[in-house]
């Protein structure tokens, strides 16, 4: 049974801050959680457009996502992805037939003169979802690695190479000239306490930090965070590899300096053997609890620990 709580804004990409949304969604009221995903992976497929970590935060409110894979729509079926593919036409993303539907949604809105907003929002109305769920801009910003294999999209990168290639950097296009949705201004200009999930600090949360004035609007809220890093290792993805091509150590002290200007805590899972004992790092918090989100009983209580904490500082 959810508690009334204060108004939250989590900022997500796909895949740890969904799990995280399930605990939320029922131990605040899922109403007062909005939410601002990453949008800098989206990527056109056979003619739609695939938010992936906009459907992941959409299927996990709706208790529609794939949890083994976390990602996609649980039970699909992807007889139009095998169709295609023994026509000689392989797509760079395995999609479901359920997934593929929300695609073509989402296409035919924008093609209709949606705003991506506009199109996220009709979707989450129609999926049941009660948050708010917001793209981090309405402004094209693709996420590019430059590996020595050469420069390819984020897509290219993980889904058809596996993560494999050494990098180099890591480059948004299309950031500088991006700004981000006004619904996302709102619920900036509106929030007090804000959450980042359990994503890439680089792919994944990192888009939208680089949006103009987000930075700077995040030292005047209450910040609290979730490490994605168990010792020098990624609970899932590339984000250690990243982070180390862009300078940052694979660590929980990694990820707090890439939030380092704003950030007031930091949890991070009780067996960090880097951590130790820190209980405050050049002014943050550290906040130790066990962080891996094995079912939906430990999505919540992940989630409880965070609401204490934000109880804890009202």
Known sequence: MSRKTPTLLVFSGGTGTPKLLIGLKNVFDEAALSVIVNTAEDVWVSGNLVCPDIDSVLYALSGRIDEERWWGVKGDTFTTHEALKKLGYVEVLKIGDSDRA?????????????????????????????????????????????????????????????????????????????????????????????????????????????????????????????????GRKAVSGPAAKLMRACGYEASAFGVLKCYADFLDALIVDTRDDVVGSAREINGVKILATDTIMRDVKSCERLARFILNIIEAKD
């Open 102 to 230: 929300t695609h073509i949604l989402r296409s035919e809105l924008l093609r209709a003169g949606k705003s991506l907003t506009e199109a996220t929002r009709i979707l989450a109305e129609r999926l049941g979802v009660r948050a708010k769920v917001i793209p981090m801009t309405d402004d094209r910003v693709e996420t590019f690695i430059h590996t020595t294999k050469g420069a390819m999209h984020f897509q290219e990168f993980w889904v058809l190479w596996k993560g494999e290639p050494e990098v180099l950097s890591v480059e948004f296009r299309g950031v500088d000239a991006a700004t981000p949705s006004a619904a996302f201004q709102e619920e900036l200009r509106r929030a007090s306490t804000v959450l980042i999930g359990p994503s890439n600090p680089i792919t994944s949360i990192g888009p939208i930090l680089r949006l103009r004035g987000v930075r700077e609007a995040l030292k005047n809220k209450f910040v609290v965070a979730v490490s994605p890093i168990i």
